[in-house]
Structures are given as structure tokens and as C-alpha cells.
């Protein structure tokens, strides 16, 4: 496997975790019973590791693009 696979294969589990993410942050602010069984402290928890789990998807697919942006190809 080349560079050039290894960017494309790395952009679905990303994009996944990033859609995942997403997902998980508009429910618990639309859907507020998601936290009916938690408490306060669990609930600040899950809504930091789910925010730093998309935040490290966002910037992981960034790197990726400017990989793909610097890529020169012999013509």
C-alpha cells in the first residue's frame, strides 16, 4: 500500500467517528432525555469526551486533506 491508498482508506473510519460524534451531540441537546439516568458530573464527562473525540476527527481529516493537497504526481 502506497501513501496515496493509505489517505483514502483513512478517511472512512474518520469521517464515521466524525458523522458518530455529530449524531451523538445533536441528540443529547435535542433529546435531553438521554441524561434522565445520569448525573451531572457523568453528563458534563460524556458531553467533554464525545466533543474531544470530534475535535480530533475534524483535525485528523484536515491533516489528511492538506496530504492530499500536497500530493505531486509525475506526469
Excluded at 455529530?22 to 453528563?43: A, C, H, L, P, V
Excluded at 469526551?49 to 492538506?66: E, P, T
Excluded at 493537497?69 to 506526469?75: Q, R, T
Aim: proline share 1%.
Amino acid at each position: 500500500m502506497d501513501y496515496e491508498d493509505y489517505l483514502a482508506e483513512i478517511y472512512r473510519p474518520l469521517k464515521a467517528i466524525e458523522v458518530l460524534s455529530d449524531i451523538i451531540y445533536i441528540k443529547s441537546n435535542e433529546d435531553w432525555n438521554i441524561f434522565s439516568q445520569m448525573t451531572r458530573e457523568n453528563g458534563e464527562e460524556f458531553l467533554a469526551l464525545n466533543f474531544a473525540i470530534n475535535i480530533c476527527a475534524k483535525h485528523l481529516l484536515n491533516k489528511r486533506l492538506k496530504e492530499i493537497n500536497n500530493i505531486k504526481y509525475d506526469l
